[in-house]
């Protein structure tokens, strides 16, 4: 069974072979090797966990694509939207940070959490779950801001997820994982990777749960909307550079590919 990206008349683009050339683009790119020596070196954190946090967020960056409301649309007609799905992304990678470290209360990633982030109030604690947040959650949340037209595009992604992702993208996402293992370095990741092969297994009850990650009008609501912090020009940086892989990727592979089938 196949698992799509983007599928119209002309062209079908997969999921796995798009999230795993956007994860090489950042890999390629000097500007985000220039982002994780930046990052490294203001956070005091060791480059390698910067890079990983760059390649599980360029890897699952449409994550939520596969999930069954949407690839059944897929198999059923052309699907060259897929409406929301960057929230639900989001809240894929906030559930599966929660699930894999958040094994005490004040260690989750929730809709507070974020929110400090965003208006610079977090200053101490666990770095890794700052970092997973200004890297992986929020770039993820807002690589599609550019197609967001009012507060309603945040709201509610029930009817997206309850059904859970569509088994035809198992093998797709397995192998997507496996090129991200042969390409991370620090236990995080990997221990992050192997937690994702665990929510498959368990995806009967991955709905219920994913929703409830994130509401991301809350968070735009409450972050204070003129403050210029470092949170936020961190997460604008990263979205920017995943943002020209993607579209770079997107490009070769659709429209390109849509032009040498016309001719």
């Known amino acids: 069974m196949s698992c799509y990206a983007y599928k119209d ?12 050339e956007v994860m090489k683009c950042i ?13 490294s070196m203001l ?15 360029s890897g699952f960056h449409d994550i939520g694509k596969t999930f069954k409301y949407y690839q059944m649309r897929c198999i059923e007609d052309k699907c060259i939207s ?10 894929f990678m906030t559930f599966l940070f929660n699930r894999a470290f958040g094994k005490l209360s004040d260690n989750y990633i929730n809709d507070e959490y974020v929110i400090e982030v965003l ?10 779950r700052y970092l997973y947040t200004l890297t992986c959650v929020l770039p993820i949340l807002l690589h599609h801001y550019a197609q967001v037209s009012s507060p ?4 509610d992604t029930i009817k997206y997820v309850k059904h859970g992702i569509y088994p035809g993208c198992y093998n797709a996402i397995d192998t997507l994982i496996q090129s991200m293992q ?4 620090t236990n995080f990741a990997q221990e992050l990777l192997e937690e994702v092969k665990q929510v498959i297994r368990d995806n009967e009850t991955l709905g219920i749960y994913l929703s409830t990650m994130l509401d ?18 961190l997460v604008e940086a990263i979205t920017g550079v995943l943002n020209m892989c993607d579209g770079k990727v997107a490009l070769k592979n659709r429209v390109c590919e849509k032009k040498n089938k016309e001719y």
């Open 9 to 20: 008349e002309y062209v079908k683009e997969y999921f796995e072979k798009h999230s795993i």
């Open 27 to 39: 890999l390629d790119k000097w500007e985000s090797m220039a982002l994780v020596r930046k990052i």
């Open 43 to 57: 956070l005091s954190i060791e480059e390698d966990l910067v890079r990983d946090m760059l390649v599980i967020m």
């Open 82 to 91: 897929f409406p929301k799905h960057y929230i639900v992304s989001a809240q």
């Open 119 to 128: 208006n610079g109030k977090i200053h101490d604690g666990d770095k890794t």
């Open 152 to 155: 309603t595009s945040f709201s």
């Open 182 to 185: 042969r390409i991370v370095k």
């Open 216 to 233: 991301p009008g809350t968070i735009i609501k409450k972050s204070s909307s003129y403050i210029l912090v470092f949170e936020r020009l």
